[in-house]
């Protein structure tokens, strides 16, 4: 489904608003945005935006809680994320433009820079583990409720509701449960607590993009305060981070003794989002991440 003529007047109203001059759109291109959204390039007299749409009601507020997330990132000025033009809605239908940017394949050079600027990112710092407002992993809702340490909140916050919605769907059973209950008294031990760090929450491979003048951007924030090694972690669960991304994070913010014996630890909450999105195909990984630990 393309864009309708009712959206593709408001949009060039809006934008001619917002950017204080006429917006014509010339043309509008579909591009590869995964499967919540429809994304479009726009070619316009002002030059190219990303535009993102999907419903109103299956994602209520989506795009106000990735623009929050993008201005959030941004307020850190340490590391570029696509300029928000527009977020607003129209009927049943909510959209989200932002600045366009031109990629490349990335390079030794853009991925030391990405594993630099995000370990400034991560000193940015909050007195508690949460966010201001709730926002979304993927299509699932997810609750930044604050929290005195990290512990308190992996486990309330991120496991537990994804617990409950696998045992319900009937995706874990209880011996499933009972183990996760078991990680949960120990999981305070498993590791040590430092100050929060302002990270990403979704940083696979795909969420990052090189611009043609080898500049890193982050797209699709899933933004919290939380323990820096969950971006870490995440970046090994899919691929697409080199090996001079690591060196240079580290580098820059020495990791904590042990980190990577904490990767699938971390890992289990966005197994177990894939697990209830995507079905049992994960169960295997999710099984074994927990007896990892307990």
């Known amino acids: ?73 941004a307020a850190t000025h340490t590391i570029a994320v696509p300029e928000v033009i527009l977020q607003d809605a129209l009927e ?32 940015s710092s909050a007195d508690y583990f949460g966010f201001e407002s709730d926002n979304y992993m993927g299509s699932l809702p997810q609750s930044n409720k604050k929290h005195n340490t990290w512990s308190g909140f992996y486990i309330e916050e991120r496991l537990q509701p994804m617990v409950k919605l696998a045992f319900d769907k009937r995706l874990l059973n209880k011996t499933d449960a009972q183990n996760f209950d078991k990680l949960y008294s120990k999981l305070s031990r498993l590791f040590n607590e430092e100050p929060s760090s302002l990270i990403h929450g979704d940083l696979w491979g795909g ?32 691929g697409g981070f080199s090996e001079s991304f690591y060196a240079a994070y580290n580098e820059s913010l020495p990791l904590n003794k042990g980190w990577n014996e904490r990767i699938d630890l971390w890992n289990l909450y966005p197994l177990l989002l894939h697990l209830n999105l995507f079905g049992a195909g994960y169960l295997e990984q999710v099984r074994e991440g927990v007896e990892e630990y307990i």
């Open 207 to 238: 969420n990052y993009l090189i611009s043609t003048d080898e500049k890193p951007y982050l797209i699709d924030p899933a933004v919290s305060y939380g323990n820096r090694e969950f971006d870490i972690a995440m970046t090994t669960l899919f």
């Open 92 to 123: 049943y239908e909510s959209f989200l433009v932002l600045e366009w940017i031109e990629t490349r394949k990335p390079t030794e050079k853009a991925s030391e820079l990405l594993g630099r600027q995000l370990a400034q990112m991560h000193k």
């Open 1 to 73: 489904m393309g864009l309708s003529a009712d959206l593709k007047d408001f949009l060039q109203d809006k934008l001619s608003s917002v950017l204080n001059q006429p917006v014509q759109i010339n043309c509008t291109k579909p591009v590869s945005g995964g499967s919540i959204n429809q994304t479009y390039c726009l070619d316009t007299n002002t030059g190219k935006y990303m535009l993102k749409f999907n419903s109103k009601s299956a994602y209520p507020m989506m795009f106000a809680c990735e623009s929050i997330g993008l201005k959030t990132i």
